[in-house]
């Protein structure tokens, strides 16, 4: 860290706070990070983040922002699944962190459910605060539950569909931000795509299951060949010829780096990482989906008790992940899309003996779909250039 600092580097400060608001969830999805996978801390930590803690978190946050001059920050709501906390309390954390922060910082809120507990008395208190609501959805009916049922195996599609109905009605749907849909090889993709188009998501972010070299995800082995990015590009292929009717985040990140731009996700391409995470015991936390590594993966050993944000942008997990182009392996340097791809989610680069300094487990697939959109955009501005 000393070496960077003395070359010129400098620290990105921390612009999305994500609070684990509730450890628990009332669904019991088969390839949940936060349950299903290596680290298993949520089994020892409080089911709800204490008042106190809530209040510490808050005086940090601004204590971050007026020590980095920012004028606006992003504050999550998460879980498990938030709503567990009740309205009533989202509402506190909100007010907390606003009043924290005070009237020259800007505090957008927002908070990504699985839409079963959501009703109107909560939708109204997040139209009363503008709080934005993203939501967990698979696709069809039988998309979504072949992943996302109850513990009891009950089909929670009905539940879900109630609340985004209610959602995107006109009292609350300016509040609606978009669907989230983990892919599955086993749901057809353009199913997938037009059932969640239903629903008018303003935006979806199709996310490919969390994996490292060590314990690859389901379908991604070698020789395998490419079948997340041939899902992909299936559903590329149908957006891009719909002319982007809804927002989809991975291909137009995607679309925006192969143009020169930068990319506001971790998923793909070189920007630097600005989220950090309090779990509801108040501990500081790298980005979530390190849960897949191994126990204790995304720790820091920091507390908003004890600590400011400061301290925790120092930690190596999260000067790695602002490094950008100095984190990629030599063979992501080598390869043409590196600055496209970036080496993918930071996870999924994992392999014990080499750490983070691989390529992505997605490594074909991510070529592939990046080659495949550049090949798309390459076209048609050849015959637009005719």
Known sequence: MTKLLDNGWH????????????????????????YNLADQSWRSRPKIMAPELVTAAAERIAEHAAAHGLRSIMLILHGGE????????????????????????????????????????????????????????????????????????????????????????????????????????????????????????????FLIPHGTWESPPPGRFPDSGTPYGDWLVTVFDR???????????????????????????????????????????????????????????????????????????????MVARQLGWDALSDTCKACRFARVCGAGLYPHRYRPGTGFLNPSVYCPDLYHLIGHIRSRLVGDLRRAAR
């Open 11 to 34: 620290p990105y400060p921390f612009r999305q706070f994500l609070l684990k608001v509730h450890s628990r969830c009332n669904l019991a999805c088969d390839y949940c990070y936060v």
């Open 82 to 205: 938030p709503l567990l906390a009740g309205h009533p309390y989202l509402r506190k954390i909100v007010d907390t962190v606003r009043a924290a922060a005070g009237p020259r910082i800007r505090v957008d809120a927002a908070v990504q459910t699985n839409a079963v507990l959501l009703n109107e008395d909560t939708l109204r208190s997040f139209r009363d605060l503008d709080v934005s609501v993203g939501v967990s959805l698979d696709g069809s009916r039988r998309a979504n539950d072949r992943n996302r049922r109850f513990a009891d195996g009950r089909s929670s599609y009905d539940s879900v569909a109630t609340g985004l109905d209610l959602l995107r009605s006109p009292p609350f749907q300016h509040l609606y931000s978009g669907l989230l849909c983990t892919v599955d090889l086993a749901n057809d993709p353009l199913e997938t795509y037009e059932s969640l188009l239903r629903f008018d998501p303003p935006a979806i972010d």
């Open 239 to 317: 957006w891009y010829a719909d002319s982007g009717r809804t927002v989809v985040r991975l291909f137009q990140e995607i679309v925006n780096l192969l143009m020169g731009g930068a990319s506001a996700s971790e998923a793909v391409g070189l920007t630097p990482s600005s989220l950090v995470v309090v779990e509801t015991d108040g501990t500081i936390e790298q980005t979530d989906s390190l849960k897949v590594v191994r126990q204790g993966a995304p720790a820091t050993g920091l507390n908003v008790v004890d600590h400011p944000f400061d301290t925790a942008l120092r930690h190596p997990g």
